[in-house]
């Protein structure tokens, strides 16, 4: 009997289940079942019937029963539209949402928050004031409200609708981030400051600059105090007095050794996928090295998204894609490159950036002989991919690549008086490849480490054909770096961590010269290893902060060890004021080298050279900054003094245009002074001005005088600009730079010149005791995003450089007279003229 009772039960729970199976079907089967039956036609899109399930009807319906049966027993909208189409429509009500979002712990609005519905493309940024607002959002979406160093927070739509009132949402700070981001706009949308006075620059947020046209990486962090170019290159920034080689460069990890396409003018990081730039002036993280100067740490995507987007525009140079890739839930591909269209047809912009890089080289110059005709090809492309693989929320892998290439291929032909024709050919390309891999690893709440690794290899070849004598000339510069690195970051409170850490790297560096008639060949390569170990603690609680640390080097092949001390200190005297505090030493030992004489086409002079302890010394760096902030609401006040001193440079990579210029020596540079910053920002316009007032000698004991200004010494510098929103989607950008000119050495003006042998030189005087004329160019940039479509924003943008034309002399230097070799002919390289530039971009 019990048997019996069990199995009545069985019996019935599965007549129950055969039951409900009958009499549920899938709403896409029943539309098929019901077009079949009825020879209609259903419209509907297929993402608003999937996985949607209805009860079978208990009686026969006629088609017009079917249509009330199936508006009262779905969400779906069915109207019959004649007796053959029936339309399909999603009726879920559509909302707005909105809301402001704080700082939990002192209720400061964050600017730049994202604000995103999980499983779709859709997502604002909050405002100055910490408001967003989100149109035709379903109210059973998922929103995720994130931002830097803060906890990323998930609510339901339903409770951001508009009609409840546009409430406040409070982010907690991460624990885990103790560099937290004390200004969340400063200048301009994108551009954050951290506690320890490194800048961030996001590039999917960033607002518009004048002059520009895209979020160029390396143009754009001249707008900050102490870093500008000393000739409007990128090939060439200097921070605080420095030099472009002394400025360290990763792009994920990986070390590059080239920064420009144009041979300086664009940047060569394409910022569809390079989303996040730090710049750390001083006071660095003991986790790096090299770079006297600077650290400008570029950094890609990191997370998945899980949803598929991109964008592709174009622009008077060059057209560009980017793609965000989901391929399984846990992978995920990021890939994008840049070409530039220039070998098909050229622009004015083209024109104007060619003559200002290529001014003051064999091409331009034999481009005015008589009785000559030339023909030149130039293009530049780069590319650049990124795979996120999570294997869980405690272990995610990294791999990455980066590819930048420059070509110019260049013919002359020159008819004599005899009609004989001389023909020349020549070619130079310059390349960066890069590879890397990290592995993030969580070991616990409090303990993680970071594996990470990378391949960097630089190549400028240039070869230069002369068909009247069959003379090949060939040149080639090659690094070759590799470097891996481990560190650990431990947790010992919410206001404490402790990060220890080992890199190691190999690198070498080849410079050759061959020349087949008459036969010559000269090649050098060096290596050089170094290891290193770090560490380093950070420490924020209630209103300091401050990291302390420690890196010791050691070259295997000098047997030589520097211990480098690093600090960063930030304290809160009250709600407006803040001191800071920085220092660091840190050494260099691959250096670029200036050889007029020996250079590539006249383009490229710049090679770079491994140490050698000797006539080429490590390069060594201390430098200590004090500063006092002051902020209140929008309004921002900095005031910075600093001292660089910088042991270990050569002459030969000062590039000299005096009685310096051939001469072996080292020697040292001192570079001083104040940099001043007043911000001001609103929920419509943007303004800043910045003033640099420094000095920056030369120290070479050999040399007479052995104390002279530096070739880069710019004693008063000033930055003007604001951005002012006309429109919702209309942006405006004007500013102006200012600074005194560079110091040039003039010849002796009664003697200018003097003969050794059979040669002539330039009789120079003292060394850089003249100035240029003052430089000055106004920039302005526009910024339209019209909505055109739902699906895709679309952004326009034109910007036009130097607006008022101001003929700039950005270099001067003199050269004998080859037809009076008793005077000299004076050189002067110019800015670039007014250009513009337009660009469109599309993204989805």
Known sequence: MKGNKYITILVFLFSLTCFAQQNTIALIDFIKATETKFDVKFSYANQDVEGVLITTPKTELDLNQTIDYLNSNTSLEFKTLDNRYVTVSNSIKKETICGYIFNAKDKQPLFGATISVVGKNTGVISDENGYFILENINKENSINISYLGFKTQSLKAFALLKQQ?????????????????????????????????????????????????????????????????????????????????????????????HS????????????????????????????????????????????????????????????????????????????????????????????????????????NTNQNIENSSTNSEFFFYDYSAKLLFDLNSNHKFRANIIGIKNNLDYAETITDNNNQSNRK????????????????????????????????????NASDLRESTNQLLQQANEVLETGIKLTSNYKLSNHLNLLNGYEFNEIGILNQTLVNAPAYERTKKDVLLKHAAFTEAEFNKNNTYFRLGVRANYFQK???????????????????????????????????????QDDFLGV?????????????????????????????????????????????????????????????????????GIEFLINKTAKQYSAWISYTYSTNNYDFESFNPSTFPNN??????????????????????????????????????????????????????????????????????????????????????????????????????????????????????????????ASLRISF
């Open 425 to 460: 050919s020549s070619v130079l390309s310059q390349d960066n490849l890069g590879f890397g891999a990290n592995w993030d690893a969580n070991w616990s709440s409090k303990f993680n480490t970071k594996l990470s690794a990378f391949y960097s290899q630089y190549n400028v």
């Open 260 to 363: 420009g396409h144009f041979f300086g003018l664009i940047s060569a990081y394409n910022p569809n996928l390079t989303n996040k730039v730090i710049v750390t002036k001083n006071g660095t993280s003991s986790q790096y090295s090299d770079g006297v100067s600077s650290t400008i740490n570029m950094l890609t995507k990191d997370e998945l998204s899980g949803l598929f987007s991109g964008n592709v525009g174009a622009n008077l140079i060059s057209a560009d894609a980017f793609f965000n890739i989901p391929i399984t839930k846990k992978l995920e591909l990021l890939i994008s490159g840049r070409r530039a269209y220039t070998d098909a047809f050229k622009t004015p912009t083209y024109n104007n950036y060619f003559n200002r890089s290529f001014q003051d080289s064999d091409i």
């Open 558 to 596: 000098f047997d030589k060890l520097l211990i480098e001390p690093r600090l960063n200190i930030r304290q809160q005297l009250s709600t407006k004021f803040a001191l800071k505090l920085e220092g660091e030493f840190k050494n260099q030992s691959a250096t670029q080298i200036v050889d007029f």
């Open 712 to 837: 880069v010494d710019i004693r008063h510098s000033v930055s003007v600009a604001g951005n002012y929103s006309v429109l919702d989607n209309l942006e405006l950008s004007v500013g102006a730079n200012w600074h005194s000119g560079l110091p040039y050495t003039k010849p002796i003006e009664d003697n200018p010149t003097v003969q050794t042998g059979n040669d002539f030189f330039v009789n120079y005087d003292a060394p850089n005791a003249q100035q240029l004329p003052s430089f000055f160019r106004l920039d302005a940039s526009l910024n339209y995003q019209p909505n055109w479509f739902n699906a895709v924003k679309t952004s326009i943008r034109i910007g036009v450089r130097n607006v008022t034309n101001q003929k700039n002399i950005i270099n001067r230097y003199y050269k004998v007279n080859p037809d009076d070799n008793t005077n000299v002919i004076e050189i002067n390289n110019t800015s670039l003229p007014i250009t513009p530039n």
């Open 604 to 672: 490229e002079n710049r090679r770079w050279i491994l140490a050698n302890n000797s006539s080429l010394p490590v390069s060594t760096s201390k430098q200590a900054t004090f500063g006092i902030n002051y902020k209140q609401n929008n309004f921002y006040v900095d005031v910075t003094g600093f001292y660089k001193h910088v042991n270990g440079i050569t002459a030969s990579n000062q590039g000299f245009h005096n009685n310096f210029q051939y001469i072996n020596a080292t020697g040292a540079y001192t570079a001083n």
């Open 165 to 257: 009132g546009c409430n406040p949402i409070y982010l907690d700070e991460s624990a885990e981030t103790l560099n937290q981001i004390i200004i969340t706009k400063f200048l301009t949308n994108g551009l954050k400051k951290l506690k320890d006075g490194s800048l961030i620059l996001s590039t999917t947020n960033f607002g518009v600059l004048p002059g520009l046209t895209e979020p160029d990486v390396l143009q754009s962090i001249q707008v900050l105090p102490g870093i500008e170019s000393s000739n409007e290159s990128i090939a060439n920034i200097n921070v605080r007095g420095g030099t472009n080689d002394q400025n360290l460069m990763l792009w994920d990890g990986i070390k590059m050794y």
